[in-house]
């Protein structure tokens, strides 16, 4: 078992930047590949990045490739989402998730825990 905790969101003006955190407990995160998702209002929730145990492998969506980045520090048990760039569509509920599986792609399905997600406005 895995808990998830995200932090980190709040309010930007569009072309600013965020950095988003979510912080791993119960077991140590090297274990999972983590990924990101968002959810904005009346829409799915749908994947941002990802990355791999090791940190050898990261996957983006393509609506955030070259404006995000994904990366992980294991000592502090932590995956982090920087996110530059932002446009008024990156607005959402921002949420983390762990696969045992290694699983470093888009299929929510092939995440086995999730945090509480953490909100991230950007205005126009």
């Known amino acids: 078992q895995v808990q998830l905790v995200e932090s980190g969101g709040g309010l930007v003006q569009a072309g600013g930047s965020l950095s988003v955190s979510c912080a791993a407990s119960?077991?140590?995160?090297?274990?999972?590949?983590l990924g990101w998702f968002r959810r904005a209002p009346g829409k799915e929730r749908d994947f941002v990045a990802a990355?791999?145990?090791?940190?050898?492998?990261?996957y983006y969506a393509d609506s955030v490739k070259g404006r995000f980045t994904i990366s992980r520090d294991y000592a502090k048990n932590t995956v982090y989402l920087q996110m530059n760039s932002l446009k008024p569509e990156d607005t959402a509920v921002y949420y983390c998730?762990?696969?045992?599986?290694?699983?470093?792609?888009?299929?929510?399905?092939?995440?086995?825990?999730w945090g509480q997600g953490t909100q991230v406005t950007v205005s126009s």
């Open positions: 990355i791999s145990r090791v940190g050898s492998i990261t």
């Open positions: 119960g077991r140590t995160n090297s274990r999972y590949a």
């Open positions: 998730a762990a696969a045992e599986s290694n699983y470093v792609g888009p299929n929510r399905s092939n995440y086995d825990y």
